[in-house]
């Protein structure tokens, strides 16, 4: 079984950056695509950004674009999420999960680290 063990989150304050990791414990033709979603109590699932592993091609989430990148690397079989400017409306509990489809929809994807919070403070 695939195993997404997520890391870097934390308290900050606005406009300040964290980076978060999310290591795989193997690849597999179901784990083609990586991807963040975060979640906030009493609200769905919220798609972030993605990565294929083979030619890095990204997405992102429109309330995203410019200020977090998503990136990889194929040798530690770890996904990073680098994230700028951060706003109190990025507080969420962010997962990392895998899946072998581009989506941006949460039911996709078969694998899921247990989450690593992000609060920013006004």
């Known amino acids: 079984q695939v195993q997404l063990v997520e890391s870097g989150g934390g308290l900050v304050q606005a406009g300040d950056s964290l980076r978060l990791s999310c290591a795989a414990s193997?690849?597999?033709?179901?784990?083609?695509?990586m991807a963040w979603f975060r979640q906030v109590q009493g609200k769905e699932r919220e798609f972030v950004a993605s990565?294929?592993?083979?030619?890095?091609?990204?997405n992102y989430a429109d309330s995203v674009k410019g200020r977090f990148s998503v990136s990889r690397d194929n040798a530690e079989n770890t996904v990073y999420l680098q994230m700028n400017s951060l706003k109190p409306g990025d507080t969420a509990v962010y997962h990392c999960?895998?899946?072998?489809?581009?989506?941006?929809?949460?039911?996709?994807?078969?694998?899921w680290g247990q989450g690593t919070r992000v609060t920013v403070s006004p």
């Open positions: 990565v294929v592993w083979s030619d890095g091609m990204t």
């Open positions: 999960a895998a899946g072998s489809v581009l989506t941006t929809k949460p039911d996709a994807f078969s694998y």
């Open positions: 193997t690849r597999t033709w179901r784990t083609t695509v």
